[in-house]
């Protein structure tokens, strides 16, 4: 009787990439009855936000219809991560039908949608990301977020401190040392002409706005918005996880 021998040193044939598909196209989802180890991306949780650093556009026929010539350079390099299971937090409306894992989650929390059967996610364009306080400034000293209760509520929820609210921007009340030059007193006669020559500074003062234009910290100037206050920032997209 002969022995057979298997040969275990081959290679696994590695797995097909996950298609691009053209906008129009329905996303093809992972088959729920596969049994390898899924990737990554699978294992997070449905209606999970990252931020992407790269160009996103859900319609990416332009791009693939002409060559890298006769597409402008912003528009080389597009990613349309639908199929991959992310959509932009655009606000978009969805359909139940289509997303319901994503309606399991969310709900009507961002709103209902403009036509039946569909529901809104979250629009995070413009907007910097804050954990929810869930308590803490309530059990640490200044810590978390001491206005909460001012927040407003998301378009599908009365709870104002809850997931999916909004707090408008604002500036924490303070104030600004200024040194004051004593005003000269007033000559009862004209000075003399060699007066003329003294250099004369302006007195930096106390606005509405805070610092004045001319005010410095340090070496560096104070910028100003008539708008809004902000830290330092650089554009990402948030995605959101859909299946």
């Not at 997070?44 to 060559?67: E, H, K, R, W």
């Amino acid at each position: 009787m002969s022995d057979f021998i298997i040969d275990t040193s081959l290679p696994l044939p590695p797995e097909p990439p996950l298609p691009r598909l053209l906008s129009g196209q329905k996303p093809l989802r992972p088959s729920l009855a596969s049994t390898a180890t899924p990737p990554v991306q699978a294992q997070l949780p449905i209606g999970t936000i990252i931020a992407f650093a790269g160009q996103v556009s859900a319609d990416t026929t332009q791009a693939s219809q002409n060559t890298n010539q006769d597409i402008p350079a912003p528009l080389k390099h597009i990613t349309n991560p639908e199929p991959m299971g992310w959509l932009t937090c655009d606000g978009r409306a969805l359909y139940i039908s289509q997303y319901p894992e994503l309606f399991e989650t969310v709900g009507y929390l961002y709103g209902k949608g403009d036509k039946a059967g569909t529901f809104n996610i979250p629009d995070y364009r413009g907007y910097f990301l804050r954990g929810v306080d869930d308590g803490k400034y309530a059990d640490e000293s200044k810590a978390g977020d001491p206005d909460r209760e001012k927040r407003n509520p998301p378009p599908g929820s009365k709870n104002k401190e809850g997931v999916g609210s909004v707090q408008e921007d604002a500036v924490q009340v303070h104030e600004h040392n200024y040194k004051v030059v004593p005003a000269m007193a007033m000559p009862a006669k004209p000075p003399p002409p060699a007066a003329a020559n003294i250099e004369m500074k302006p007195i930096k003062q106390k606005t509405i706005d805070g610092l004045q234009d001319s005010d410095k910290i340090g070496a560096q100037p104070v910028k100003q918005s008539l708008t809004e206050t902000r830290p330092r920032n650089k554009y990402v997209y948030y995605l959101i996880k859909c299946f």
